[in-house]
């Protein structure tokens, strides 16, 4: 089994082969953009996969996986990991409902904005006030 074929069996998501292919050969010869730009040497077949492997690992789940030339051409082997990953808030679905009904109704959501535009008083409760229709003016 030869090196790039050894990475693309471990490599989760099978799409755009003979590009992931290419990038993988510049990466071992130390050609990729980033390389250079960065002052990085060539990559070792060994650096790839073990850079594969943490990947594979701290990958968030609401993150799509990148295809294998994007891996390679951002010289993504070279991450670190295991950092803390924040997950995106999915309790505040019934908030964003109501500030979508809010901003198709007309009224402000945000209080600065209101305020940088003079287009309501929100007093000290922060009180949400509808806004002035505006006019459009065509040439």
Request: negative net charge; charged residues 25%; proline residues 4%.
């Amino acid at each position: 089994m030869t090196d790039f074929a050894e990475f693309w069996s471990e490599y989760p998501r099978k799409v755009g082969k003979a590009q992931a292919m290419q990038a993988y050969a510049k990466a071992l010869r130390g050609t990729l953009r980033l390389q250079l730009s960065c002052g990085l040497g060539p990559a070792t077949h060994a650096e790839i996969i073990q850079g594969l492997e943490r990947y594979k690992r701290d990958k968030p789940d609401y993150a799509d996986w990148k295809h294998g030339s994007t891996f390679l051409n951002s010289v993504s082997w070279i991450d670190e990991g295991g950092s803390e990953v924040i997950e995106p808030d999915r309790d505040n679905t019934a908030e964003l409902e109501s500030q979508r009904k809010d901003h198709e109704a007309g009224r402000i959501m945000y209080p600065s904005l209101a305020a940088k535009h003079g287009w309501a008083d929100f007093g000290s409760a922060g009180s949400l006030k509808t806004a002035p229709k505006l006019e459009v003016v065509t040439g």
